[in-house]
């Protein structure tokens, strides 16, 4: 069974983690796995020293360096599992009825979650973690190569949660954004929710064509939608018309380009997710 499956690493947003997942959890009725992998630096692989200059003849204090490698990877392990514990109380304590489970890997993160891909139904992390904590504008070093890599929908959230209570889907026309709005009409993690959706371009016939398929589609799934074609800036009419209207959620497409392009032009995906307050739902 697909589940939701949260990315915590003991930093300050790693709360919001939870209860962004526990949320989704409770709105999909979907198991909740809390994912914790401790990188290469948590738990040092063993290195031989006895060639390096001066410690070849000091045998006690290669052995004191290994015991202290040991121990430290030992706290780091009972950290994490300490911190898998917690995480399980609070969606417990948040209401989430579906199975709750955790689970503890060595590795990249990256690695780790290719690994687990097929069992993603719902990836859920924080845009900073725990070395991007009070970084401003800074995105996680693993984030960007995650949404580049899985295939899987991976909700971005911020350092604080928010429920989620009205949803804007960031719609070009294009099949990935075609495939949003086909995954929101039919999904269960926004049921009930009031859906804006927003298209930037010139207002000619073809866009509003793309734009009335929208919100039929979405229409025929019950939501209360609401749509509008802007003519600006992509992240400018997005960011303007989320506090407009008190957006809570952004759907939208990922790096829809090249990165030959965007290293020229910039991305759109990187940029929004870096000026962005509230949670976006990113799809490839």
Known sequence: MSHVIACIDGSRITLAVCDYAAWAS????????????????????????????????REHLLQELAELDEKRSKVAL???????????ARALA??????????QRHGELVDTLLELES???????????????????????????MVRTLHRPILVIPADYNEPRRILIA??????????????????????????????????????????????????????????????QVEEVLCGYRTEHDIDLIVMGAYGHSKIREFLVGSTTTRLIRQSKIPLLLLR
């Open 171 to 232: 719609f070009d026309g294009s099949a990935t954004t075609s495939k949003a709005v086909e995954m929101v009409a039919a999904s269960p993690l926004f049921r009930g929710l009031p859906c804006h959706v927003v298209m930037v371009g010139a207002d000619k016939a073809e866009a509003r064509e793309q734009l009335n398929w929208a919100q039929a589609t979405l229409e025929g799934s019950g939501f209360e939608v609401t749509a509008s074609l802007r003519a600006g």
């Open 119 to 145: 069992d993603v139904r719902l990836l859920v992390m924080g845009r900073q973690g725990e070395q991007g904590d009070s970084a401003g504008e800074h995105i996680g070093s693993h984030l960007e190569n």
């Open 26 to 57: 409770r709105q999909m009725d979907a198991p909740l796995n809390f994912l914790h992998v401790l990188g290469r630096s948590e738990y040092p692989i063993p290195a031989d020293l006895s060639g390096n200059i001066g410690l070849g003849s």
């Open 94 to 103: 948040d209401g989430v009825a579906s199975p709750v489970t955790s689970r």
């Open 78 to 88: 009972e950290q994490g599992r300490l911190m898998l514990d917690a995480a399980k």
